[in-house]
């Protein structure tokens, strides 16, 4: 979708961790030492002044909340934390020029707790908008997974519990055409985990719109036309942008961006 938009794409091969599991296990001397890596092998291109779009959004709150707090000397550090966006936030910022196409589909968007409460939805309500979208975005709070703390022994029942609070149930009470929106991997493991349905990703939905036009794929449940995980020609399995990121725990999938 992006190199559609006209922009060249590289994915870092090196693995580059934001550190969010060890911060959620208060393992923060190890969490350092993973930042200080990323920052040293994306240091050339925050120089250029790259921007570096994140498709998980807990990784994105990494970079612009403890990044800077745990480095707080390293100037590269403060840029990389500045100029890492969300791929909504640097679609509505940085790409006016990306003629949008449209979606009249409906939409139910379920919004990552970090990303809520660290960046915000505002740009991602404005792009579903462009899109056209009959979105709706349902007072859901978490989804319950939490990363990996739902898959805990003694924590698996209250995060259902937490799930089935409203999430779940808007979920199993959607159209079968409707399609699902959840950027974070935790959400969209506890949608498919605990439901007959699958939430997409944001890059997706916009692809969705690029193959299919404005009214998008016939027949009920689109997401299963955009699958996670595809086979690439029997030579083995080819990871989507979205199935690199939960592939990787809570790994930020960074992306160097540069107009052609």
């Known amino acids: 979708m992006l190199e559609h938009a006209g922009y060249w794409v590289i994915v870092p091969q090196q693995p580059l ?16 030492v993973f ?118 022994h003694d924590k698996y029942d209250l995060s259902m519990k937490i799930g089935e609070r409203r999430l779940l149930p808007t979920v199993r009470n959607a159209d079968k055409d409707t399609i699902l929106i959840a950027d974070g991997f935790s959400c969209k493991t506890q949608v498919e985990h605990a439901t007959q349905r699958r939430a997409l990703h944001t890059a997706q939905v916009i692809k969705m719109a690029l193959d299919h036009g404005e009214n998008g794929p016939e027949g009920n449940y689109p997401e299963r036309r955009y699958p996670d995980v595809i086979l690439d020609d029997g030579k083995g399995l080819k990871l989507s942008a979205v199935a690199a990121v939960g592939g990787t725990a809570a790994a930020a999938l960074l992306w160097r961006l540069r107009r052609r």
């Open 17 to 32: 961790c934001c550190g969010r599991p060890l911060f959620d296990y208060g393992m923060l001397d190890t969490a350092k």
């Open 35 to 152: 930042f200080e890596r990323l920052v040293e092998d994306l240091r050339p291109y925050v120089r250029e002044g790259v921007p570096i779009i994140g498709l998980e959004p807990s990784c994105v709150a990494a970079f612009r909340d403890e990044l800077p707090s745990m480095l707080p000397h390293d100037e590269d550090a403060r840029r990389l934390s500045r100029d890492t966006l969300t791929l909504s936030e640097f679609l509505t910022q940085e790409a006016q020029h990306f003629d949008l196409p449209r979606l009249n589909r409906k939409t139910v968007v379920h919004g990552h707790c970090h990303q809520k409460a660290i960046m915000g939805m505002n740009a991602e309500q404005e792009l579903y908008s462009k899109l056209g979208l009959d979105f709706e975005v349902p007072d859901s709070g978490c989804c319950g997974l939490a990363g990996s703390w739902g898959f805990e």
